[in-house]
């Protein structure tokens, strides 16, 4: 199994701010990673697919990068709306999986 | 506009079972593979099971296999997942997910299950 690590586990961002969020997976998933976003009380809504591709609707202060075991989710100016969980997924080998999260809370 | 609507949830007792719906609209549901996915109390998400557009072959996370089945009736637009030998570490909020190349763009609002005596 593919182990995903998403670190670091809580990010405290002032609104208007950068936030950089990292996943590692434990060997090489290509670019089949996907980036989704969490608040509470809501199902997760899919933010990047193919590691760096915009998903319908999702604005452009969201950022993907990354190939291989190594990972990028960048928020360039973060907006009140943008507080929450984020999680990676990849979808390159069975059994699917999923990072453990990165929070994003209010500084 | 694509909806999943699952229902089914509830309260079950250790070694119980119980049968999960999701009803899908606004797609043409038999192109799809679709993915139970679920969410423990304050955890992470963790992929469940997946059934192709023929329902002829189905994937699951290992801690399931042997208790849960997952199923659909492409003519109801319907994906189910019969839960049996049910254990505390099954309670949940189970979600239905559209996949696409293993990216779920649509989710349902999730279903709870509680596992307790």
């Known amino acids: 199994e593919i182990v995903m690590t998403q670190s670091p586990a809580t990010l405290s961002v002032s609104p208007g701010e950068r936030a950089t969020l990292s996943c590692r997976a434990s060997q090489s998933v290509s670019s089949n990673l996907t980036w989704y976003q969490q608040k509470p009380g809501q199902a997760p809504r899919l933010l990047i697919y193919d590691a760096s591709t915009r998903a319908t609707g999702i604005p452009a202060r969201f950022s993907g990068s990354g190939s291989g075991t190594e990972f990028t989710l960048t928020i360039s100016s973060l907006q009140s709306e943008d507080f929450a969980v984020y999680y990676c997924h990849q979808y390159n080998k069975w059994p699917w999986t999923f990072g453990q999260g990165t929070k994003v809370e209010i500084k | 506009e694509v909806q999943l609507v699952e229902s089914g949830g509830g309260l079950v007792q250790p070694g119980g079972s119980l049968r999960l719906s999701c009803e899908a609209s606004g797609f043409t549901f038999s192109n799809y593979w679709m993915s139970w996915v679920r969410q423990a109390p304050g955890k992470g998400l963790e992929w469940v099971a997946n059934v192709k557009q023929d329902g002829g072959d189905n994937y699951y996370v290992d801690s399931v296999k042997g208790r849960f089945t997952i199923s659909r009736d492409n003519a109801k637009n319907e994906l189910y997942l019969q839960m049996n030998s049910l254990r505390a570490e099954d309670t949940a909020v189970y979600y239905c997910?559209?996949?696409?190349?293993?990216?779920?763009?649509?989710w349902g609002q999730g279903v709870l299950v509680t596992v307790s005596s």
């Open positions: 997910a559209r996949v696409e190349r293993g990216i779920y763009e649509y």
